[in-house]
């Protein structure tokens, strides 16, 4: 069974660029999670889509994120314009309901 | 709000020491404890993990208890491998969607 797989795998971008990250949860699973660690920091939680729906975007740091899940499969994760501070790695998890939550390997994102 | 502390790191010891890597937390309801492992060039794997307090994890020669009485989840084990080299985050969730609170992770290097 696949895991959950993210694309790109690392990412280098000028500042004031876009870059679109790609998400795609293990198959079945309707829980979607993003999660970013700032070099060094603790991982933070950004958001939640339960299918298609935000169930919770609370950890979203201002209005340059925008993250979709089309049709409650796959999500992206879309930073215009992104800020030098926007550099770190950005996870996705799945889950089912009351399950394990299992990660991706993440994007490394370097903005320059 | 809720948080994770654990010990900063890295900590390098040899083959066969015993670890132990400190988490304590602090959170408004009961949560559940986690400790997640992140081996170089992969993602985050969910290691163990406790929902109540008393309850022991373990896996792979890891264990942790969660100890409710000085809010503490710390990671022990009695002799560790190369391949034990990694980066360790301890997290906590009170959200019934399994929303994770990370600390800020301890790398651990393990030599020959």
């Known amino acids: 069974e696949a895991g959950v797989t993210q694309f790109p795998s690392h990412s280098v971008i000028e500042k004031g660029q876009t870059v679109t990250l790609r998400c795609d949860p293990i198959s079945g699973h309707d829980n979607l999670y993003w999660y970013r660690r700032v070099m060094g920091k603790e991982i933070k939680f950004l958001l939640h889509f339960v299918k298609e729906s935000k169930q919770d975007e609370s950890g979203m740091p201002n209005n340059r994120f925008l993250a979709e899940r089309t049709g409650g499969t796959y999500s992206t994760l879309k930073v215009q314009p992104a800020e030098l501070e926007d550099s770190g790695v950005y996870f996705c998890a799945s889950s089912q309901e009351g399950n394990t939550i299992y990660f991706g390997e993440g994007s490394w994102l370097t903005v320059v | 709000g809720d948080s994770v502390t654990q010990m900063e790191g890295p900590v390098t010891l040899s083959e066969e020491a015993f670890l132990t890597i400190n988490c304590t937390y602090t959170a408004t309801g009961y949560p559940s404890l986690f400790w997640y492992v992140q081996y170089p060039g992969e993602g985050l794997q969910l290691l163990l993990k406790a929902t109540k307090a008393d309850d022991k994890g373990s896996n792979k020669g890891f264990e942790a208890t969660y100890r409710k009485e000085t809010t503490s989840f710390h990671l022990e084990k009695g002799s560790v491998q190369v391949s034990d080299s990694a980066v360790y985050f301890c997290?906590?969730?009170?959200?019934?969607?399994?929303?994770?609170?990370f600390g800020a992770g301890t790398q651990v290097v393990v030599t020959p």
């Open positions: 997290a906590l969730t009170t959200d019934s969607w399994g929303k994770l609170q």
